[in-house]
């Protein structure tokens, strides 16, 4: 009797690794059935007779329990290997052909130097393909602890007899099993001492790593300490109906994740959101993001994920990766962009302007640092003065693009120089917003309160003379 399989959370690319292979799954056996083998302490078990049933064929072993349409049509191909064929092949084939679609597949992901798996199983090898997946999708059961040498797998920690007799890449992690983590084993400088590989995997930990291209093709996996939660947060990602798509920059799943918030502040509690980790995918390689628990426990709150969703511009997302890191003074250099180009074409300040959302973004991320509400109030307030409240010097184009360059600066004391003197020249008080302002200790608080103050000025009335050149 074939004994259970459990699978335990490691590292991300073991993880990405293992969910693919959970998809295959649930193409052979549903996703209601697979969705039981996920435990509440993270692990994934896989009962004796669904461990026999997929890692058998079609003539070894009749169909029980699986999705009919998804029986393997050939009697000799093992039904997990005929699966991730179906799950994998190229998007071209448009023939019915068992024998042609394995062959296209394993071509295409396996066939040469530029695969996903680079070389695993050469257009020119000589061999069956059916033999070969049969063979690479096995159980350490087949030969466990048979011979003289035991080896604990790299990957799982299992104990098992390994069987050298065969290609290097058979027994040991390299570039022919991952082109982004691996490393070459005939070659030199590589990441093994010696050129001599290090890094073994047992035959049930082999056979998953062949399903990182499932999880690679969402373009990003959201990595965590268990499985149940990683399958829940990925299938929250993987639903883009609400997601506005046209805009393909690299960090645009940061932008998804946030319009997922309400879901994951009911998935996630404080405990669990830490050692989690955004992975994303790219032609270039993979970039992991860390997101620390008191970096998502800001950005997943309902005020700041709010502002979050309304930006636009691939400079906006650029600031996702700082906000990622917890460099929330980085948005400053945003807000003074936004607002100089605000000054510069002489737009009128509206709630949809770019440096509206951004300074108030700014705001809600300090209201949850500092939890208080008086930032938030006094930003609205200075960004809507009445007209008695500011100097008509202010409203000149080039007083306004001398404060902001002063207010980037941080020179307080010329700040307040400056403002005090145009308020007084024209004999206005300044208002209680404004001193409140000027007085503020925190640096940072106090530009975004001034650039909101310089975006909320309105423009200098143009003369008819002025009028006329335009024309």
């Known amino acids: 009797m074939t004994d259970g399989v459990v699978l335990y959370p490691s590292g991300w690319y073991y993880n990405a690794c293992v969910m693919g292979f959970m998809e295959v799954l649930e193409y052979g056996l549903g996703e209601d059935r697979v969705r039981h083998f996920y435990q509440k302490d993270g692990t994934i078990q896989l009962p004796p007779q669904v461990v026999e049933t997929i890692y058998s064929t079609p003539q070894e072993k009749p169909a029980a329990d699986i999705c009919a349409e998804a029986e393997s049509?050939?009697?000799?191909?093992?039904?997990?290997?005929?699966?991730?064929?179906?799950?994998?092949?190229?998007?071209?084939?448009?023939?019915?052909?068992?024998?042609?679609?394995?062959?296209?597949?394993?071509?295409?992901?396996?066939?040469?130097?530029?695969?996903?798996?680079?070389?695993?199983?050469?257009?020119?090898?000589?061999?069956?393909?059916?033999?070969?997946?049969?063979?690479?999708f096995s159980l350490?059961?087949?030969?466990?602890?048979?011979?003289?040498?035991?080896?604990?797998c790299s990957f799982c920690g299992a104990k098992y007899s390994p069987d050298f007799s065969g290609r290097d890449y058979d027994s040991f992690f390299s570039n022919t099993i991952s082109k982004f983590m691996g490393t070459s084993l005939g070659s030199f400088p590589n990441a093994f001492w010696g050129k001599v590989p290090d890094l073994v995997f047992c035959k049930t930990c082999r056979a998953i790593l062949l399903f990182f291209h499932i999880s690679y093709k969402a373009g990003m996996f959201i990595n965590a300490h268990s499985f149940q939660q990683m399958e829940?947060?990925?299938r929250i990602m993987d639903n883009q109906q609400d997601f506005n798509s046209k805009y393909y920059y690299k960090n645009h799943f940061l932008i998804k994740l946030l319009h997922r918030t309400e879901q994951m502040k009911q998935t996630l509690g404080a405990w669990q959101r830490q050692g989690l980790a955004l992975v994303l995918f790219s032609n270039t390689g993979v970039e992991e993001i860390y997101l620390?628990?008191?970096?998502?426990?800001?950005?997943?709150?309902?005020?700041?994920?709010?502002?979050?969703?309304?930006?636009?511009?691939?400079?906006d997302k650029e600031l996702l990766l700082f906000l990622a890191r917890g460099e929330y003074a980085r948005l400053l250099g945003a807000i003074y962009q936004s607002v100089r180009l605000l000054v510069?074409?002489?737009?009128v300040m509206t709630e949809y302007q770019p440096c509206a959302h951004l300074i108030h973004l700014y705001q809600a991320i300090n209201c949850q640092i500092n939890k208080g509400r008086r930032q938030t109030m006094q930003?609205?307030?200075?960004?809507?003065?009445k007209s008695g409240?500011?100097?008509?010097?202010?409203?000149?184009?080039g007083a306004k693009l001398r404060l902001l360059e002063m207010v980037r600066l941080g020179q307080r004391q010329d700040i307040q120089y400056f403002l005090i003197r145009a308020y007084v020249a024209e004999k206005k008080s300044v208002p209680e917003t404004i001193s409140q302002a000027l007085n503020l200790e925190n640096i940072n608080e106090f530009k975004s309160v001034m650039f909101a103050f310089i975006a909320g000025l309105p423009n200098k009335p143009k003369t008819s003379e002025e009028k006329g050149n335009v024309k």
């Not at 510069?344 to 737009?347: A, L, M």
């Not at 930003?379 to 003065?385: E, F, Q, R, T």
Request: aromatic share 10%.
């Open 73 to 136: 049509p050939l009697a000799n191909l093992k039904r997990l290997a005929w699966w991730w064929v179906e799950k994998s092949k190229p998007a071209r084939i448009d023939t019915h052909d068992a024998e042609t679609i394995i062959i296209e597949t394993c071509k295409s992901l396996l066939g040469s130097n530029k695969t996903f798996y680079p070389g695993l199983f050469a257009h020119n090898t000589q061999g069956s393909r059916i033999e070969f997946l049969n063979n690479w």
């Open 140 to 152: 350490n059961c087949d030969h466990v602890l048979q011979g003289n040498m035991t080896y604990h």
């Open 232 to 234: 829940h947060l990925n």
């Open 292 to 315: 620390p628990v008191e970096v998502t426990g800001v950005l997943f709150h309902p005020s700041v994920a709010g502002w979050l969703r309304k930006l636009h511009g691939k400079e």
């Open 344 to 347: 510069q074409s002489e737009q």
């Open 379 to 385: 930003i609205d307030a200075v960004m809507n003065l």
């Open 389 to 397: 409240d500011y100097p008509e010097f202010l409203t000149d184009q």
